[in-house]
């Protein structure tokens, strides 16, 4: 394992080069942002943010974060107002953007860079007032804490994670974000102790110290909100990826671990396939995403009450204009009887109920080998393509989100199978039908 892991850091750690580039790009953007702030009295200082700062940054992907410090006083309108503001005059050049996280934040490409302009409350820890007041204190208390080894440690890491799909906080992905990284090799002390200790891990085990319970599989302490536990903004099926890919490592460590690995996609499953594509307004990534997340769930959970059985499903856009919702079906076509069981006959009040409501709308009824009443009733739907056509048309408040349901109302299309998916769609379909690329290393 140690042999892979020196290999490893060679490749990870930023040449003196890239190193002095990156630099000069994060000290021009910096100057560009200081200038705008001087206009505004709201405004106290500014300072560098993220792995740039931290020195745990990989050299082929890494941001530079600037983080604009405001009165506490500051309004929530102006504190908005302004920020976008600093933004888009000073990286006017740079085709500014406006991203979301909890509050806007303004984001620009200097050559292959990316820049965020990210506005935080002057405040102290644990009187946060917006979702970016702790990152300057995770900033201190990294730089502080790992060491220039750890910070390596960390870059390793990271680039295990990306190799494994399973790194980016944002909620398309919900996986590991960089902060969490750290607070792991500190934790930990190096990848190595993290690959051994992640591997026989255990349910609900806490990684840090914390008065406080928390329901996740697994729990990561923030070491500088003690209240505050990362791991609940990762899902469960990126946990259960880390801790089959470190027990994969450490069983037959090689370099393959640090390459991504292609799905093994099963062809003959396309037809299960269900899809929902339409087109929506253009808003913030985040909010888009968090949107179409929630609709798969709900209508994941429509298609189950309708007796159809959801294997798995995601949820996709190209954050322009067309999103698309993906159910891999166990079978798009259902039997159009199905058996409801009732109480058992010696429940003699639930019984008589369960007979009387049911003996004039059921095909048959009958008395179970198991004691129990069973009905034989005939389902209303058993395509998947037309009871998802007809919910959407007469349901959209049960099974949409609010901020969604305008763009279904202007239409969708739900079709069956790879037809009419372009080359890029079919590739994200294909997720759902293929052996995860993250259990192949068990070969």
């Known amino acids: 394992m140690k042999k892979v892991i020196s290999s490893v850091m060679k490749s990870v750690i930023p040449t003196k080069a890239t190193e002095k580039s990156k630099k000069q790009i994060a000290e021009l953007a910096l100057q560009l942002v200081k200038k705008e702030t001087e206009k505004f009295s709201e405004i106290i200082d500014l300072e560098f943010g993220g792995s740039f700062a931290k020195g745990t940054w990989l050299s082929k992907d890494a941001d530079v974060d600037i983080f604009v410090r405001f009165k506490k006083s500051t309004s929530e309108e102006k504190f908005e107002k302004i920020s976008k ?25 200097i050559k292959d860079t990316k820049i965020n302009v990210v506005p935080f409350y002057d405040v102290k820890i644990g009187e946060w007032k917006s979702a970016a007041d702790r990152s300057t204190f995770h900033t201190k208390f990294m730089s502080k804490s790992l060491t220039p080894k750890m910070q390596n440690e960390v870059r390793i890491l990271k680039a295990f ?27 930990f002390g190096s990848f190595e102790n993290i690959i ?32 505050r536990n990362l791991a609940a903004a990762i899902s469960n099926e990126n946990i259960g990826k880390f801790i089959l890919v470190c ?73 322009q204009k067309d999103a698309y919702l993906f159910f891999f079906l166990g079978t798009t076509k259902i039997p159009d009887v199905y058996a409801k069981t009732g109480p058992e006959v010696f429940r003699e009040g639930s019984s008589k109920s369960f007979i009387s409501k049911n003996l004039s709308t059921a095909e048959l009824i009958w008395v179970g080998n198991n004691k129990k009443i069973i009905s034989l009733e005939k389902r209303k739907h058993v395509d998947a393509v037309k009871f998802m056509t007809e919910f959407l048309r007469n349901n959209l408040q049960t099974g949409i ?43």
Do not use: C, M
């Open 247 to 319: 027990r994969a490592f450490k069983e037959n460590p090689n370099l393959r671990f640090f390459k991504e690995e292609s799905p093994k996609i099963s062809k003959k499953y396309w037809e299960n396939l269900l899809s929902i594509k339409f087109s929506f307004k253009v808003r913030s990534p985040d909010i888009i995403w968090g949107q179409i997340k929630r609709a798969t769930s709900s209508l994941s959970t429509q298609l189950e009450i309708a007796g159809f059985t959801v294997l798995r499903s995601r949820a996709y856009t190209d954050q």
């Open 401 to 443: 989100p609010k901020g969604l349901q305008t763009d279904f109302k202007r239409g969708f299309k739900i079709s069956v199978g790879e037809k009419g998916l372009s080359k890029s769609i079919k590739e994200v379909a294909s997720e759902l039908i293929s052996t995860d690329g993250t259990l192949l290393h068990f070969n």
């Open 85 to 109: 503001k600093i933004g888009f005059d000073s990286l006017k050049k740079y085709s500014p953007y406006v991203r979301y996280s909890e509050h806007p934040y303004v984001e620009a490409k």
């Open 196 to 227: 051994k200790s992640i591997s026989k891990i255990e349910e609900n085990q806490v990684i840090g110290k914390t008065t406080k319970k928390f329901d996740t599989s697994l729990t990561i302490i923030d070491p500088v909100d003690s209240n």
């Open 161 to 187: 994670l990306k190799s494994n799909g399973i790194y980016g906080a944002e909620i398309a992905k919900q996986g590991f974000s960089g902060y969490v990284s750290e607070v792991l090799v500190l934790h």
